[in-house]
């Protein structure tokens, strides 16, 4: 299954080459070309090839499909990466580092406007599919919206749960609707599939969270640590909020005078002393359990597969 | 007609307050509200609804793709405001001026994600309008980024009317093309209606640097005010560079280390000895004949009432 993610992965990445012939002005293409080829996972796109293989779909309409997801997550990370001041992005610098940020404030314009019509492409079911994409696209914003509001304020794991479902879950769960509304399927599937990749999207977002917890002799995870620096809400925070108020409020208070580097050490061995590591790995038991439930209701030839996909998706070290 | 297009622009504006009712992340929305009651003419809703209602089509249907427009418009006026760093819009502070530039990013991907939504709700003919809609929002990134990329080179007429049928031309075509989709007319008149939007668009956005010209005695223009600033393109600056070659250069260094207010007296003067207005006005003709002689191809009835509205848009004033 691993190999099968890296085919699709390669299938991908030598459809988009197709894109760099795309002409027009270098100022808004030059920056996308340049972000477009630095990488990524592309676990987006080939989740939604491989279902549509599965489904047994039209793979041109899947292709389009999948490059409607990739634009639409570029769209929202060159912009995101302009809010949260960030300069290095898949181990390059960011579009606002390396050009301006009038530049990626277009070319992120740019991404986000090549996705929809690369879905327009799409033969099959078109318009519902459309319809939700369009949906999804104002959902990450709002996801965005909330992360940036979080920065002034405590919250809770609820607040966390709300923020993740729209910044990372609804995609997810669009890459997982796709396949299945362009095969035509029925609806009970739909729905299965749609709470498989919303929750799966949950967990994407909150496990890098764990995994620096886990991390802590390894070089400084640059997540958490932008996430120190701009207050950021992980899931360890909303729940040392929930479960720990004024001790918790005390501590931030404490360490708020210290460099981030210290910060950062001082607060995982505030989390793991209270144990909240703890409480984030069984908030990923949680969603884990409600992904494989809806995996089980699957029809029987779509268990083994679906099931390795995810939990390979799920396992990822980094 | 003048009246009717006051009555369709205060039609949009009711509508419009029930978006206000809007739930959601205050750091999305505040600004987005913010801005969509700080006025604007509305003239593109006001085109769609007037146009609808000529070709008695569905009332939501063209309301939603009314708001579908308008809400393109205004996702790319503030992501220009950002990129131009104006800090008024409409007499009042822009996005990014009264919040931040995260907020003005963020509020106006959540613009640019609306618009879409409201174009889903059409019930006829839906995905044609969808796919020329999602082919527009690229096209006014790639005119916006010719816009950035010329404020660095000097260009001739012909780059600039590239440059407005992308900025401006393209939405406005949209706005002529989409009641016709809608109805299901026949192509022809789609082609006519297709082909007044694009040229009327190329006026409106050139007509304003010609009335800069005439107005010199008024107070500082802003627009061109900026555009001094900023090294901007307009219709004059591309003929003076086509026309006048050398000596516009030798002109633009000589001036080159004035202040912005000297610089522009000296421009419209030199614009005006050198004749560049009456080349400029000649260019209006031009495609107001475009115009026009496409709109005597449409059938007889379609003729006095499309010929008044659009009179209507090209004779204003500011």
Known sequence: ?????????????????NFFSQTGPKYLYDPIKYFMLSGGKRLRPSIVLFLGDFLKNNPNDMMNAALGVEFLHCFSLVHDDIMDEDDLRHNQETIHKKWDNASAVL????????????????????????????????????????????????????DYILMSSKKTGVLFQ???????????????????????????????????DVLEVDNLESDIGKSIFSDIKR??????????????????????????????????????????DNKVDVLAREKVDFYKHKVFDNVKKLPKIFQEPINDTISLIIRRKK
Request: charged share 20%; proline share 1%; hydrophobic share 40%.
């Open 1 to 17: 299954m691993n190999d099968n993610l890296h085919l699709y992965k390669a299938r991908f990445e030598s459809e988009l080459t």
């Open 107 to 158: 070319s992120g314009d740019g991404l986000g406007a090549l996705g929809p019509i690369y879905i327009s492409k799409i033969e099959k079911n078109t318009l519902e599919i459309l319809r939700k994409y369009n949906r999804v696209i104002l959902e990450i914003c709002e996801g965005q919206a909330y992360d940036m509001q979080f920065e002034n304020q405590n919250i809770d794991s609820d």
């Open 174 to 208: 669009l890459c997982f609707e796709i396949p299945v509304i362009n095969n035509g399927e029925n609806s009970e599937l739909l729905e299965l599939f749609s709470l498989i990749g919303l929750n799966l999207g949950i967990i994407f977002q909150i496990q890098d």
């Open 231 to 272: 207050n950021k809400k992980t899931i360890l925070t909303s729940l040392a909020f929930e479960h720990l108020g004024e001790n918790w409020l005390d501590f931030q208070n404490n360490i708020s005078q210290h460099n981030h580097s210290l910060k950062r050490t001082m607060l995982i061995q505030y989390l793991k």
